[in-house]
């Protein structure tokens, strides 16, 4: 479900264990607003946590699998979704999950 885009680090992590039970290292959480139009990137690196925020430019956010499986992207793709370019293009290699 959508998040509020006003949120910190705390209350996203929160809702990660709320609904992964907790944050698994080497993964990366995203949320999105109610218009899709901005993404909340949490990730935890097994040493420390770090939130980004990005507001999308064109368009709104879609994922290229319509259901709530994880999506594995490679660590150009995820560098990619959170600079704003396109990530779908890109090769998978050395994937990470996105819940």
Avoid: C
């Avoid at 699998?65 to 594995?72: I, K």
């Amino acid at each position: 479900e959508p998040i509020d885009m006003r949120v910190g680090m705390d209350t996203a992590l929160a809702r990660v264990v709320q609904v992964f039970g907790a944050a698994r290292p080497h993964h990366a959480y995203l949320f999105t607003n109610k218009r899709s139009t901005r993404i909340k990137v949490l990730v935890y690196d097994g040493f420390g946590i770090w939130l980004a925020s990005r507001r999308l430019n064109k368009g709104s956010f879609t994922w290229t699998d319509s259901g709530h499986l994880p999506v594995a992207l490679n660590t150009d793709q995820l560098q990619a979704l959170v600079t704003g370019l396109p990530w779908q293009t890109l090769m998978h290699n050395h994937q990470i999950t996105v819940v």
